[in-house]
């Protein structure tokens, strides 16, 4: 029975993410987003980044609360390499890590994990030191921070084909496309032109930080969804009735190259 829910649960992801694939012009991410009863909100994040990554995050969270929807903002911090390799998630938060997690073929790593409503109520953003020379230039590091944590917002590709739409949610390496532009603003504002009946975020004050739920150990990655060229996406039941959701973006070298003949 539990492998039979299990098998359920993500094929329901699976049959959702199809449908969002056939939406990138909107590039939503299927529509994910956190439930909230005001028309804008405050969004915790815990900066779990080695100073080296500091300016990057605070960039990237300045340039996405620049949304008429909702302010991003670091609240505590814990930057111990236990927490760093563990990146905790954290209900009703945004954990943002970095650590060498090895050579395992991804660059950065954005988890959500969704309520039985649908709903975003964790999400944590990873960079993997381990591919550090991917990392040598500012443009790269500002566009994969930036990009992870657009992610944990319900953000999906405005392109997956290596062109450039000028913002971080597309996948080149052109200097333009380090930062969210005017579209990602108004897909936020369609994905967060409603209100909902609770809040999924926490709206606890930053010194209550240390009496939520952690969850232990990392999140499951469950079964690949879906191969892109730079992307994939995996999906794993968490046991409360939710899914866990992983958008994975692909080291140099790991990209699925022969998917190119078929676009």
Not at 17 to 27: C, K, R, V
Not at 118 to 146: L, P
Not at 185 to 214: E, F, I, K, M, P
Request: include cysteine; glycine fraction near 8%.
């Amino acid at each position: 029975m539990k492998i039979r829910r299990l098998g359920l649960a993500v094929a329901t992801a699976a049959a959702a993410l199809t449908f969002s694939i056939s939406a990138f012009a909107a590039h939503t991410w299927n529509n994910y987003h956190w439930a909230r009863t005001t028309s804008s909100f405050t969004l915790q994040v815990i900066d779990s980044n080695t100073p080296d990554w500091d300016d990057e995050l605070s960039l990237a969270l300045s340039q996405w609360s620049q949304s008429t929807k909702l302010d991003m903002r670091v609240t505590s911090m814990d930057d111990t390499s236990r927490t760093r390799k563990r990146c905790p998630a954290v209900v009703g938060k945004v954990r943002s890590c970095n650590a060498a997690y090895g050579r395992n073929g991804w660059l950065g790593l954005a988890s959500i994990n969704l309520d039985s409503n649908g709903h975003i109520k964790q999400g944590t953003s990873k960079m993997n030191d381990s591919y550090s020379s991917s990392f040598a230039s500012q443009d790269e590091r500002r566009h994969v921070m930036c990009q992870e944590l657009g992610h944990t917002l319900g953000l999906g590709h405005t392109s997956e084909d290596g062109s450039t739409q000028n913002t971080c949610m597309d996948y080149s390496q052109s200097p333009t496309s380090t930062a969210p532009n005017q579209h990602d603003y108004d897909q936020l504002v369609a994905q967060y032109g409603h209100t909902d009946s609770y809040n999924s975020y926490s709206t606890a004050a930053a010194a209550l930080t240390s009496r939520q739920v952690t969850m232990a150990g990392n999140a499951p990655m469950g079964q690949r969804i879906r191969k892109g060229i730079f992307d994939e996406t995996w999906a794993a039941p968490d046991g409360q009735g939710g899914v866990w959701v992983h958008h994975v973006l692909l080291a140099p070298g790991f990209e699925h190259t022969e998917l190119l003949g078929s676009r």
